[in-house]
């Protein structure tokens, strides 16, 4: 926990199961050596959507926690009200800890929120959208990931 | 977990069934080979007894046991050794891919997917049950250790007692040799029995009864038997073998297994691979004992052993004499007849029921004995032995791997250990339970963790077969703690698999598939790669029996299960399999990085297996136009791959691949008929038969029916479209011209993000030579000519019939798109099919550490998918998404025909308004063959142009008369000009000049002036009468002069023509319009010039007036008259005078004249009419001094012609019309005024009409006060009202007198003359011509 490798892998899964929004958080510096492994994060984001599919129907927070556990990687899960999946996969937690991880997925949310608003973006998309990539990495400064 | 095909609780039974062993003598072993068996092998078939046989337990209760199994073995076989062991395995799993049955599919439906797994993992069952035949006992467990074993000697032997003797002693020398080596027994006083082996076809059957006596008093009537076979001799003609081929040879599964085996046994002892990491790597020390053993062993009965481990070979070169390779073609107990199998079987029941369970009776009698004594002195020491167990654990600690067991042989948990697998393989699980638990329950963990182990497995096991009969619950943490202790204490992964095979069943029966995946997974993370893939293969299995399936874990496990496959090596298919399975369930959009990383592994793994379809998909797939994450460095990776895999199975192929990029975008494929030419005669070429706008394209169709419009012949037939694109209607083929050139304009897309380099690109086309004929004479062709040709072929072909330009090279930039514009000729007529292209494909290597390992590209094809505008007309279309068919591709190619080129030279590009230019238009037939028999030229702007042959160089013609009839009558010229005709044919090979004149419009801007040549030859057919060439032309027209004119009756059969020109230039600059003649060109008037001379240059910002005077003539042959006035300041040019009538003037003036009426040029049908001819036209000749880019004066000549507007007398006149009158007097008048002023007014009268009028004339006195512009209106003197008689065409003047008493301005605006109609008695007034009379009047000083 010193010297975390704070490399964290975040997506958003649609109603079907496909990518709506993906994104690779820290790690600035070790961003070469995770090229080759960058499949494994989908690999396992993906594994972890059946434990997601089951853990939001027994909790009653959008918030899951830690859903699922590959080896050293762990998939934290959020469900939001429409259904969408944010997965947030990591080694170790961020510095800001438990409570950090769920501000950032719950800023995440009304962010993606705003989105929605737009009248251009159709729900269940890819979202290829700068200002959100931009966003989403503010926030996620902002809650020390 | 995979569905299997036996039960669970057989399975076990299976996997733990009493072991026998079987030693046999020399010549029992001889006569069974007979058979191509050993004898462990004869009977091996029959070791399943069919019926039920019961047995007591020690409390006197009947067991009866079901279905018992007996495995029996050789007393010298051994399990195979460490790397055979493993090649085993492996050969099991990768051969039990190929029988995998069809029907074992399942469906899984979900709320995102839809999946067919198959539920049955065959190679796995494989797997397993091999695993459990060649694993051995541990030396905690009693299991696998023979109970029993049988001895062997035939009669054929010369002392068979003697023999039987030697068995026994043996064995028994081999069962107390220290230390204990294989084979293991169960207990030190095992089960013999003994078989007398008798061969009936050679064998004496007195000596076999004497001796069976012998035995029986020996050893006891029911541990004998004699076994009679052999009941025929070995066939030795083919119809004995064919006999022989139909006997049930139950033998074939276990034969080839172990026979097999053993061959490779033999190889592969020798060249031992230690580098290989195994997964058993603790067998790895016993078998070296092992075989260390047999050596020493195999020292007394040397003979035989050596005899006995080199059998398979022997026997295949003794009955076969040929190939020892072929196993399958060995007959297996061709010397037995069914009744020898019946022998058997009777062989076998009698050993179990006489001889095998009445000892197990016995010794579980005397276990139980052993045990309920032990107990009441172990209640005794019960304590202290625990109080010294505990220092033993902690010694034992320290060592846990080295010694399995520190337990003494007889100590009390051995015992229990033993009467419970006793009991346990014979099927008696309650005791056994009982004596499980009891050894568990005295074992405290540490103190012997492999035996405790075992009992713990053993707890499960025997607690799980005893079903339903006891309430007791299933202890699954004792499974857990089992596998946990043998893979972490005791380093044992053997007995741990071995555990986790069972357990796993054993859950999958209770349906807690939960704990089947831990178990599952906690042994798949050991060394061993095939059971690590197998059993998360498994994992994965048991994933999708979730509730609900977990569909994604599934799939998850499966790509490691995949992986772990990939590094077990040699089972590639299986990993194929597993990443092939589950690839749709990543196939939802943008997993990509997930996706390509299996199609990755997919198509490199296919491509190592020779599976070059499947390869290529993968790859392909790689490529997908949707596939945007991975950067570039990842697509030069998987590009040089894709390279190096395709470079290596592509060879073999016969057509092309596909490749996956560039993309090519349909919608822009545009196939041009015609070929780039180069101006030969050094002017422009045409240019518009390779553009295409919507607008133009209606234009030229236009063009072409106004042409065709006219041709019987040609009616009906279509437009002549040179170019097809997605936005022309494709339902009919194009047409080409055998060897001319065929253009295909395409534009491709590269989506990766590294720049690609296409190089050799060219057309990938498809031709057959029939067809483009009527159905009629194609049955006259040779079938040589139905041939079809391509050249989607990998090799190079000659003799093509369709040549092809080459590409050399062409580089798409990553995220963008390059337009490819490519060439063929066809050398024959048929039907030519625009498949796609090929090319060679490679990425633009810019590292150049790289570019010299950088594989070759590759050479493949893309192909060309068009489809039609979507048809919207009714309901099925518009509901539908349906195409309309588009043509466009395949070409109809048509019997080689004249081609027209046509060049222009000098096109004017900039002309002022009303200029005349020429230019000279070439047109060139360049075939060599045939002759273009017709060219016709029609233009947008038809009133423009002129032509005129070659000579015709001036513009302008001389001639010295003045005045001059128009000799040539004016017809309404057809708007099509014929530039060759049949007459004089434009020959092969030949040039026409022709001098075009063009007339720049009056309308300054740009004007387009579209040319369509359209040319016929008599070998032109059907479907192509006529081909065209098309040209536009832009010019920029520039304000000149403007010219205008409003003619005015001077009322008296008199025109007054003034004539304005202005200047109209819109930019200062120095160059002055010279007029130079105007022409009047009329039927009925005559003009004349009333102006001054006066310079004729007009510069920029002057006008010039002019008045000009006609006067009606006398003109009796209703000819045309010109008249032509000089206007140029040269005097010595008076008399020369430019002759308009000639052409090309003569027919810029008709199409001028024709053009007027707008309602009769609207519709050209009828050929000649003719036309209406203004009254008055004139035509206004200038030019302009310019200086051209070379700094030369060039005098370029003008034309403005106007037809002025003017009232002809009518011939029926309205009577209000017919008489006109006239004031006459002095407009301005000087007096004194001492006296009232009388000015003389002289009225004129004019009688037009051929009648005779009655007028009034009244002078009225009223002042017109309300007129603000005038001061007063004058008074009239003398009669204010009378009467006048006018006659016909009578002129008549009347003197009046008007009166003024002050000096201002007058009108004498206030007479109004009528005309009484005596028949109605009313008046109509007569208007003036000229309405206002003025008179000013001033005074005198």
């Known amino acids: 926990m010193s010297s975390p490798s704070s490399s964290y892998y975040f997506v958003i899964v649609g109603h079907s199961d496909q990518v709506v929004y993906e994104i690779e958080l820290g790690g600035g510096s070790s961003g070469q050596t995770t090229t080759d492994n960058r499949h494994l994060n989908q690999f396992i984001a993906h594994a972890a959507l059946d434990l997601v599919d089951e853990a939001m129907w027994r909790n009653t927070t959008t918030y899951l926690k830690q859903v699922d556990k590959f080896n050293e990687w762990i998939v934290s899960a959020y469900v939001t009200a429409g259904g969408l999946r944010f997965l947030f996969l990591y080694e170790h937690l961020p510095r800001s800890g438990e409570d950090g991880l769920k501000n950032f997925l719950t800023e995440v949310y009304e962010t993606y929120v705003k989105l929605l608003l737009n009248p251009f973006y159709v729900p269940d998309t890819p979202i290829r959208s700068a200002a959100f990539d931009k966003k989403i990495q503010t926030i996620a400064r902002k809650w020390n990931l | ?194 078989i007398l082996l008798h061969d009936v076809t050679e064998g004496e059957e007195s000596k076999a009864v004497s001796v069976f006596g012998d035995l029986k008093q020996q050893y006891g009537a029911g541990n004998c038997h004699l076994l009679q076979i052999n009941s025929k001799r070995a066939g030795q003609t083919s119809s004995d073998i064919n006999e022989a081929m139909n006997m049930p040879d139950p033998w074939r599964l ?91 079987h009777v062989f076998m029941h009698e050993f179990v029921t006489k001889g095998l369970l009445p000892w197990v009776e016995t010794n579980l009698k005397t276990f139980n004995e052993q045990i309920t004594s032990r107990r009441g002195i172990k209640k005794i020491f019960s304590m202290p032995k625990n109080f010294f167990g505990g220092g033993s654990t902690s010694a034992s600690k320290n060592q846990p791997s080295t010694t399995s067991t520190n337990l003494s042989n007889d100590s009390m948990e051995v015992v229990f250990r033993r009467a419970a697998d006793l009991a346990f393989l014979f099927q008696h699980y309650e005791l056994a339970y009982t004596n499980y638990h009891a050894a568990k329950r005295d074992l405290s963990r540490d103190q012997a963790p492999t035996f405790y182990a075992g009992v713990l497995e053993m707890c499960c096991i025997t607690n799980f077969m005893q079903e339903s009969a006891t309430s007791r619950t299933y202890p699954a943490q004792y499974m857990d703690d089992a596998i946990e202790l043998y893979t972490v204490t005791c380093r044992l992964p053997i007995f741990a698999t071995r555990c986790a095979l069972v357990s796993t069943e054993i859950l999958k029966a209770r349906e807690s598939y939960d704990a089947a995946v831990q178990q599952f997974l906690k042994l798949s993370q050991e060394d061993s790669d095939l059971r690590g893939a197998l059993f998360l293969e498994q994992a994965a299995h048991c994933f999708l029996n979730y509730r609900p399936s977990y569909i994604r874990k599934y799939a998850f496990y499966m790509v490691i299960a995949g992986h772990r496959f990939l590094k077990a090596g040699q089972v590639r298919l299986h990993a194929l399999r597993c990443y092939n399975d589950v690839l749709e369930i990543y196939g939802k959009p943008n997993w990509s990085l997930a996706f390509d990383h299996i199609n990755f592994t997919l198509g490199k ?121 997605n936005r022309t209607h494709n339902q009919q083929h194009p047409i080409a011209v055998a060897n001319e050139t065929i253009r295909i304009e395409l534009y491709v897309r590269n989506t990766l993000q590294v720049p690609l380099l296409l190089s050799e690109v060219q057309i990938l086309w498809k031709f057959s030579s029939n067809g483009w004929k009527r159905k009629t004479s194609v049955s006259a062709e040779s079938p040589e000519e139905w041939k079809e040709y391509t050249n989607d072929t990998a090799t190079k072909q000659t003799d093509q019939p369709v040549e092809c330009d080459i590409l050399s090279d062409c580089i798409i930039f990553p995220n963008d798109t390059s337009k490819i514009e490519l060439s063929l000729r066809t050398h024959r007529p048929g039907n030519l099919t625009i498949l796609g292209i090929c090319y060679r494909l490679n990425i633009l290597v810019q590292n150049i550490s790289d570019q010299t390992t950088w594989p070759y590209g590759i050479m493949g094809k893309t ?94 013609t001389y001639t010295n008369e003045s005045q001059s009839l128009w000799n040539h009558t004016l017809h309404q010229h057809s ?91 819109t930019t200062p600059n120095s160059l002055t319009v010279n007029v130079q003649q105007l022409s009047c060109i009329s039927k009925h008037w005559n003009i004349k010039n009333l102006s001054p001379k006066t310079p004729n240059g007009i510069r920029y910002g002057e006008n010039l007036s002019l008045l000009f005077k006609c006067t009606h003539l006398e003109n009796d042959n209703d000819s045309l008259q010109m008249k032509h006035i000089y ?24 199409h001028f004249i024709s053009n007027l009426d707008y309602t009769h040029s609207a519709h050209r049908h009828k050929i000649i009419a003719p036309v209406p001819i203004p009254s008055i036209s004139l035509v206004l000749l200038w030019q302009i001094a310019i200086a051209n880019q070379l700094g030369q004066y060039e005098i370029r000549h003008g034309l403005h012609m106007i037809s002025p507007k003017i009232d002809i007398p009518q011939t029926e006149p309205e009577t209000n019309d017919t008489i006109q009158y006239e004031l006459i007097y002095s407009s301005v008048v000087e007096h004194k005024f001492t006296k009232v002023l009388n000015l003389p007014v002289e009225l004129k009268l004019f009688n037009r009409a051929n009648k005779k009028f009655r007028l009034q004339l009244q002078l009225t006195r009223a002042s017109l006060d309300s007129d603000p512009v005038l001061s007063s209106c004058c008074l009239w003197s003398g009669m204010t009202e009378q009467f ?9 003047s009347l003197n009046l007198r008007a009166c003024f008493f002050k000096p201002g301005f007058y009108s004498l ?32 000083v």
């Open chain 2, 863 to 956: 192909l060309f998918h068009v489809k039609g505008v979507r048809l919207n007309s009714n309901r099925r279309e518009r509901l539908n998404t349906i195409y309309a068919v588009d043509n466009r591709l395949e070409i109809q190619v048509v019997p080689e025909a004249p081609l027209l080129h046509i060049e222009f030279s000098p096109m004017p590009a900039a002309m002022f308004c009303g200029e005349v230019q020429s230019c000279l238009v070439h047109l060139i037939n360049t075939n060599t063959m045939h002759s273009i028999t017709r060219v016709r030229l029609i233009t947008s702007q038809p009133n423009l142009i002129t032509v005129s042959s070659l000579d015709d160089t001036s513009l302008l």
């Open chain 2, 1284 to 1292: 006048i008689n006018l006659s016909a065409y009578e002129h008549l």
């Open chain 2, 1 to 194: 977990m995979a569905q299997t095909k036996k039960s669970v609780s057989e399975f076990i039974q299976d996997a733990f069934c009493p072991m026998v062993s079987v030693l046999c003598s020399y010549d029992a072993e001889t006569i069974c080979r007979k058979n191509n068996l050993t004898f462990a092998e004869l009977i091996q078939p029959f070791c399943r007894l069919p019926s039920e046989v019961g047995y007591r337990d020690p409390s006197n209760n009947l067991i009866v046991l079901k279905n018992l199994r007996l495995e029996i073995k050789d007393f010298n076989s051994l399990p195979p050794q460490n790397t055979l062991a493993k090649k085993i395995l492996n050969d099991s799993v990768s051969n039990a891919l190929n029988n995998v049955t069809t029907n074992n599919e399942r469906e899984i439906h979900s709320e995102q997917y839809q999946l067919h797994i198959k539920n049955t993992t065959p190679w796995f069952d494989a797997w397993r049950d091999c695993f459990l035949r060649i694993s051995y006992g541990g030396d905690h467990e009693y299991l696998k250790n023979y109970l029993a074993c049988v001895m062997v000697v035939s009669t054929s032997h010369l002392d068979p007692m003697d023999a039987f003797s030697k068995l026994v002693q043996q064995q028994s020398l081999q069962q107390q040799q220290s230390p204990a080596k294989l084979p293991k027994w169960f207990m030190p006083n095992i089960y013999k029995y003994f």
């Open chain 2, 605 to 725: 793994q296919s491509a190592s297996l020779n599976q070059a379809n499947d390869a290529i998909r993968s790859f392909n797939a790689l490529f997908a136009p949707n596939n945007r994450i991975q950067n570039a460095q990842q697509q030069i990776n998987f590009f040089k791959e894709y390279l190096t895999v395709f470079n290596q199975i592509t060879n073999s192929e016969t057509i092309l691949p596909e490749l996956p990029v560039p993309l090519v975008e349909n919608t822009t494929i545009k196939v041009l008929l015609a070929g780039h030419h180069k101006p030969q005669m050094g002017g422009h070429v045409s240019n518009c038969n390779d553009f295409d706008f919507d607008e133009t394209r209606e234009v030229w169709s236009d063009l072409e029916r106004t042409i065709t419009a006219h041709d019987r012949r040609a009616s009906g037939t279509r437009t002549q479209l040179n170019l097809f694109t």
């Open chain 2, 975 to 1065: 708007s099509v000009l014929t530039l060759v005709n049949h007459h004089h044919p434009l020959l092969a090979n030949s040039t026409r000049t022709i001098r075009l004149w063009l007339h720049a419009s009056n309308l300054a801007g740009e004007m387009n002036i579209d040319f369509l040549f359209l040319y016929e030859s008599d070998v032109f057919q059907q479907p192509l009468r006529h081909r065209t060439v098309k040209h536009s032309s832009l010019f920029i027209i520039t304000h000149s002069i403007g010219f205008h004119t409003q003619s005015e009756s001077t009322g008296l059969g008199e025109l007054t023509l003034p004539v304005q020109i202005d200047n109209q230039m």
């Open chain 2, 254 to 344: 276990y034969v080839k297994q172990s026979s097999s085996s053993n061959q490779k046994q033999s190889q592969t002892l020798s060249n031992k691979d230690s580098s290989l990491s195994d997964s058993l790597s603790n067998l790895t020390d016993l078998i070296d004992q092992e075989l260390n053993l047999t050596t020493s062993i195999s020292h007394p009965l040397g003979s035989f052993n050596t005899s006995i481990s080199d059998l398979p070979a022997t026997i295949d070169e003794g009955y076969d004499g040929s190939s020892t390779g072929n196993i399958s073609t060995v007959i297996h107990g061709a010397c037995l007849t069914l009744s020898d199998h019946d022998r058997i």
């Open chain 2, 1127 to 1150: 206007l140029g300041n040269d005097e010595t040019k008076t008399d020369q005078y430019v002759d308009i009538s000639k052409n090309p003037m003569g027919d810029l003036f008709r």
């Open chain 2, 1309 to 1340: 605006g206030n007479i109004s003359l009528a005309i009484v109609d005596k028949i109605n008695s009313t008046t109509v007034p007569i208007k003036s011509n000229i309405h206002n009379y003025f008179v000013d009047i001033r005074t005198l």
